[in-house]
Structure formats: structure tokens, C-alpha cells
């Protein structure tokens, strides 16, 4: 699709909500006073955010952040430091939607002078600044042409600007603060990591990327490519999406409410026979049933007042980004669209998990037939049963990600390593035992969101590792000095254990409650403690770097093996899972060496470019991430063969972490880059 024009991009679908207006509070659903605009786009009066923040609880304004009211999305403040209700007053104005909401005192007949207006004065506007927005009278306008840094700014007759409300429209200001960098104005793009990035961005983390372009550059066709198509169709879906799912909800509960009278009707008459005798059994019935009942319509509601705040949401950036395209310049439709993308997977996992959630639900009462009889003897009146079912598929695939999402692997603590089924839809898989290695392929199965709301730097997660229970699992944050632990089925960290330095790796412990963790910037390998952390043997095994170390228990060195690489904290090492082997990266190859510190074999390939993160699945194949070319790479046990794990449905970015859970088949990746949202994805084997 290349036509540019937001507005015909959705002429066959249904618009979005009509009530929501591109100039109205999502608050006070008035016109906006003073709008300020958060991180996540959305825009608020300065005077509503600010009573929204200050009736915040302080747990819930921690390190100079706080939560969009309509997506939850955080913002940062530039000086978290600073007292709350301060709050607004360093968050930047939106010059667009104050521009677009002052066009209409333009047609009238009286103009009032803004800036006379602030000190409390009336006089009449004669002029029009097109650079501040705002109508002026005689005076500032000679104070704009008397002061050096506004001397430039472009004024016209108030009556031009009556007469052609464009003039006021055609160059809003771009100068789009970054949102990892306080004070620092979006300048370049990256597009390999889709990323909009300031001049710190780009001296940081953006040095060695290719195709770096400033973002004027880019702007001129932004209308007439695909690119602000494929934004527009993929908000545009979620908000379809969510509205169906609302529908499914609205008619789930209205069956529940008619079967629950079917079934309470059917109650009072048998308790009619026997009232005297049943009826305390009758209320009790009721009361049961009916506290059931609320508790399940309550939690449709709930899902479906999140669906709706998803909705909300996508509703209100759709409006923006319409009145972007059609009022902004390309510069800002461009940065908009950008910043919008990446919000797209957050609001589309929610739809995911709301859809991989749904139940089909019935209730069903198993009434007594013989309680006349036996009247004295009764207790109850029946059981109440409720019939659950999952919702079949609409078979929606993600044209733009093309990922197959996947039920969720039964736990195979408890069972042989020599055969088990995986569940991908409907359809089962097997690993069968020794099966080829070349023919197990990667499946996603999850993706994690790893940040907190406390957070301001961005998640990096260098190392991680199962727990003993194959569903938690804990992971290394080196940029936020952490540990944060993961339930395998919830989108957020469920935990989180700050550190005095940044964590390199963790791994467990020989007992069964300790986990180990390096902490580089401290020189220290420290030891915690931590409910249900797998044990293992009596050593640990170290990269340095610029070699490997074998250490006791009590941290001394057994051995030290050389190695050819210099320091870096992406220096992997993995031990087999009969710890009798050692792997670790050497320069560009992988080796493979016995405890005693022997060169068992040395594998390189062209293909195999800069690894980094090591793991072994059941039978010990290797499983490499190679940050530069941007693939997860394998190498058989014996070191024979390798090859590039090929498939459409993985999508890491570019990976630096990994590691398999306990029975070796599944596995997680992070990436050092966020593409889409995503730092940590879930995997699985099948073959």
C-alpha cells in the first residue's frame, strides 16, 4: 500500500471511535488548557496531569517516573529528584494540538494578545507568530523583533492568519525531545535497529550501525510509501481487534446472566417442595452460586475494561497521527509514526494474551432427584459444575512480525527425556530421542517485556538461568544493577533483587538454595540465596576474558586456561550437563575442553562471526548467538558440523544472551538492541 494519505488508508474498515476528538483531555473531556504531551504520545492538560500525579501514592512515583492514565505506558521527568507537583512543568508542550486548538478565537471577530494574557493584561491582537503559536499585539511584537533568540521568528497580520489558517499550520516545531535522553532533540535514524535516535543515542549505542541518516533526510516521501501504511493498518487492526474481543465479552456475560436465572429459577421451584426443611439450604445454594457467578462476570469485566483502555489508547494515537499527517509537517509525521510503532506490540500482546486467556463458560447444576425422599438427610441441593473450553482461533496471523504463537509446553520434570509432545495449536509434535540435530527447529514461544517502573535505563540482560521448578526463571539486568525473575507465563517480571554492582551472569549453586553471580565492575563473584535455584557440582567455572578459571567453592583457583580474547562481559561459558566438559569462545571459534582443561576440539565456520552468549541443549549441541550477523548459530556435540538456525519464525534482533532450562528444549534469547519492544523471547525445540 503506498498511498500516503492516513485518512484513505482506512476508508474500507470502520473508523475509530467518533467520540474521541484530537482536541479533547482524555481527562476532564474538555478542549486542552496548557496540553503536555508524555512519552508514550499521549496528551493531557497541564492542570489535569498534574492533580493525576499528585494523587498518586508515593510508591507509585518512585526515581521521577509515573504511569500514562491511558495505556500505563512510563514517563520519565528530566529531574526525578524534584518535588512532584512539579512535575508537568518539565514536560514539553505539544506545539501541534495547542496550534489546532487556538485556530478557532482566530476566526472570531476580538483576539486577545497571549502573552499580555499571562501577566493578566488585555489588548487586542494585531499579529500572529507562527513560530510560537500565538497572537500578539503591537508591543510583542516589537519585543519579538528586539530579542536575539526570537528576532528570527516568522510574524504575520493577524487577518492573513483569519484568512488562510494554514499559514499557522504548514512548520509546527519538530523539535522532539529523546526519550531515553532528557534535553536532547531527536536528530538521526537508525533503520537497521528502527530506532530514533539523539546525538547521545547515536555515540553510545548507534557508533557501528550502517545507513545512520539525519531525519530530514527521510521525511520528504513519508506519505507516499508503505512505511506510515504499515503503522496506520497495524493501529488500526488492534483496535478491530479489541473491538471483537469486547463483543465476545459483552456476549459471554449476557449467556452467563441467562443461564444463572435459568438455574436460580430451577432452584426456587425444587425448594418450594420442601421449604420448611430447604430453605437454608435454598439461600446457601444461592449464595454460592451467586458469589461465583460475580466472581466470573467480574473478571470479564475487568478483561475487558483493559481491552477497552487498549482500545482507548490505540483510538487516541490514531487521532494524533491523523491530525499529524494532515496538519504537522513530515519531519513530525515521521517521528510520530516511529515513536507509535513501537507502542503497536505492547497493545498487541495484549490482545494475544486476552485471546490465549478466553474460556468458553457454562455453568451446569447436578440437582438431587431423590432429595424429597430423603429430606433429613440432605445437605445440599446439588453441585455446581462450570464447563470450560478455549475459544477456537480466528486463525489472525501477524503479517508483519510472521510469528506462530504456540500453547505452552507441559512441564517435563517429571517425565523420561527420551520422548515428549509438544502443543502447537491443535497440532501435536515430538521430539523423538536422538533425533538429528540439523532437523530441531527453533518455535517462539513468548515474548518479555523485562523493564519495571522504576526504571530509567534501558534493560540489558547479559546472562540468566532456569530455576528448579521449569516455570521461574532469573535473569541478569547489567544496565540496572539486578536480578529480575520471570514466571514463564507472565509478561512482566514477577520479582526483582537489586545488586551493588552491574551482573555479568548467574547461574546456580551447589546447594540447592544459592545462586552465583559476577559482578565484574567489583571484581567479586558473589553467592545469594534464593528459594528453588537448581544445585550442581562442587566448581565453578569462570570467564576473565582473557582466560578461563576453574575455582573452588571458597573461590579458589583450581586452573586457568588462556584464552585469545580481551576483556568483554559477552565472554561465554557453558558446562555440560554431566560436568565433564567445558565450552567457551576463543576469538571467533568455540571450544570444547575436558575438566582437566584439554582441547577435546576447536569448531569455526566464516558464518560463525562475533559469538557471544553459549548454551547446550539435551544432547549438548551448542546453541550460539552471533551479535553480528544478527543469528542464533548451532554446532553439533562432537564439534562435526554447524550451521545457521534458519527460520521465519525467529526474530531476535540481534542476540547476545541464551540459555536452556533443565530438560534442554527450551530456551531464552535476549538481545542488547530493543527491537519492537522486546528484549527477552521464549523458544522451544521441535523437530
Not at 493584561?121 to 500572529?128: D, E, F, I
Not at 431423590?370 to 459444575?385: D, Q
Not at 518455535?443 to 538461568?465: A, L, Q
Not at 573452588?552 to 561459558?573: K, M
Amino acid at each position: 500500500m503506498n498511498n500516503g494519505s492516513v485518512t484513505s488508508l482506512k476508508k474500507n474498515k470502520k473508523d475509530p471511535d467518533p467520540d474521541i476528538d484530537v482536541f479533547t483531555c482524555p481527562l476532564c473531556l474538555r478542549h486542552y488548557s496548557d496540553p503536555k504531551q508524555l512519552d508514550c504520545l499521549h496528551n493531557f492538560c497541564e492542570g489535569c496531569l498534574n492533580t493525576y500525579i499528585t494523587s498518586k501514592e508515593k510508591k507509585d512515583l518512585l526515581d521521577g517516573k509515573f504511569t500514562c492514565p491511558i495505556c500505563h505506558i512510563p514517563t520519565s521527568i528530566s529531574v526525578p529528584e524534584s518535588n512532584p507537583e512539579t512535575w508537568t512543568g518539565q514536560l514539553p508542550d505539544n506545539s501541534l494540538i495547542t496550534s489546532l486548538a487556538e485556530g478557532v478565537p482566530l476566526n472570531s471577530e476580538t483576539q486577545v494578545c497571549t502573552p499580555c494574557k499571562r501577566e493578566g493584561k488585555t489588548s487586542a491582537a494585531k499579529h500572529w507568530c507562527r513560530d510560537c503559536f500565538e497572537p500578539l499585539c503591537e508591543f510583542c511584537k516589537g519585543i519579538h523583533r528586539k530579542i536575539k533568540q526570537i528576532t528570527g521568528h516568522r510574524i504575520i497580520p493577524l487577518e492573513e492568519a483569519r484568512n488562510k489558517p494554514g499559514n499557522r499550520r504548514l512548520e509546527p516545531k519538530t523539535d522532539e525531545t529523546c526519550t531515553e535522553h532528557k534535553g536532547k532533540t531527536v536528530e538521526l535514524f537508525c533503520p537497521g535497529h528502527r530506532k530514533l535516535c539523539c546525538v547521545v543515542c547515536f555515540a553510545t549505542n548507534h557508533r557501528e550501525c550502517h545507513g545512520i541518516k539525519m531525519i530530514d533526510e527521510l521525511v520528504t516521501d513519508i506519505k507516499s510509501t508503505g512505511e506510515l501504511a504499515e503503522v496506520v493498518d497495524a493501529m488500526t487492526e488492534i483496535v478491530h481487534r479489541a473491538d471483537e474481543q469486547i463483543a465476545d465479552k459483552s456476549q459471554a456475560t449476557t449467556l452467563l446472566n441467562l443461564k444463572y436465572a435459568e438455574l436460580t429459577e430451577k432452584i426456587e421451584l425444587l425448594t418450594q417442595k420442601a421449604i420448611e426443611r430447604l430453605e437454608l439450604l435454598r439461600e446457601e445454594s444461592l449464595r454460592r452460586f451467586e458469589k461465583f457467578h460475580i466472581k466470573e462476570t467480574k473478571a470479564l469485566e475487568h478483561r475487558m475494561s483493559v481491552l477497552q483502555s487498549s482500545k482507548l489508547a490505540m483510538d487516541l494515537d490514531l487521532k494524533y497521527l491523523e491530525a499529524v499527517a494532515k496538519h504537522g509537517s513530515s519531519s513530525m509525521l515521521f517521528i510520530t509514526s516511529e515513536r507509535l510503532r513501537h507502542q503497536i506490540g505492547f497493545h498487541r500482546e495484549i490482545l494475544t494474551v486476552d485471546k490465549e486467556k478466553t474460556e468458553d463458560l457454562d455453568y451446569r447444576f447436578d440437582f438431587n432427584e431423590h432429595f424429597l425422599a430423603t429430606a433429613e438427610k440432605i445437605t445440599s441441593l446439588g453441585k455446581l459444575r462450570v464447563k470450560r473450553s478455549n475459544v477456537e482461533e480466528n486463525n489472525h496471523v501477524n503479517g508483519e512480525q510472521g510469528l506462530e504463537r504456540n500453547a505452552p509446553v507441559i512441564d517435563l520434570a517429571s517425565r523420561s527425556l527420551e520422548t515428549y509432545t509438544v502443543m502447537s495449536g491443535k497440532i501435536p509434535h515430538s521430539i523423538m530421542g536422538n533425533p538429528e540435530p540439523f532437523s530441531l527447529k527453533l518455535i517462539k514461544e513468548k515474548d518479555y517485556n523485562g523493564s519495571t517502573p522504576n526504571e530509567r535505563r534501558i534493560v540489558w540482560f547479559t546472562g540468566g538461568m532456569f530455576m528448579a521448578d521449569g516455570v521461574h526463571f532469573l535473569m541478569a539486568d547489567y544496565n540496572n544493577h539486578k536480578l529480575k525473575k520471570f514466571k514463564r507465563d507472565v509478561y512482566y517480571p514477577v520479582m526483582e533483587f537489586p545488586l551493588e554492582s552491574a551482573p555479568c551472569d548467574v547461574t546456580a549453586a551447589n546447594n540447592d538454595d544459592e545462586i552465583i553471580v559476577t559482578l565484574p565492575h567489583v571484581c567479586k563473584i558473589a553467592h545469594y540465596r534464593i528459594n528453588s535455584v537448581a544445585s550442581m557440582g562442587d566448581k565453578i567455572v569462570v570467564s576473565f576474558g582473557d582466560c578461563i578459571k576453574i575455582l573452588g567453592e571458597d573461590g579458589v583457583e583450581i586452573q586457568t586456561i588462556p584464552t585469545l580474547e580481551s576483556f568483554t562481559y559477552t565472554a561465554p561459558v557453558v558446562v555440560s550437563r554431566d560436568n565433564q566438559k567445558i565450552y567457551h569462545r576463543d576469538g571467533e571459534a568455540i571450544v570444547c575442553r575436558s575438566t582437566e582443561g584439554e582441547e577435546v576440539f576447536r569448531y569455526q565456520d566464516r558464518a560463525l562471526r562475533e559469538p557471544a552468549g553459549l548454551a547446550l541443549d539435551f544432547e549438548d549441541n551448542i546453541y550460539v548467538c552471533d551479535c553480528k550477523s544478527n543469528t542464533i548459530f548451532q554446532v553439533t556435540s562432537d564439534g562435526s558440523r554447524g550451521r545457521v538456525v534458519r527460520s521465519a519464525r525467529v526474530n531476535v534482533g540481534s542476540p547476545v544472551g541464551i540459555g536452556f532450562d533443565q530438560t534442554g528444549r527450551r530456551l531464552w534469547v535476549t538481545a542488547n538492541i530493543r527491537r519492537s519492544g522486546q528484549l527477552l523471547t521464549m523458544f522451544y525445540l521441535i523437530n
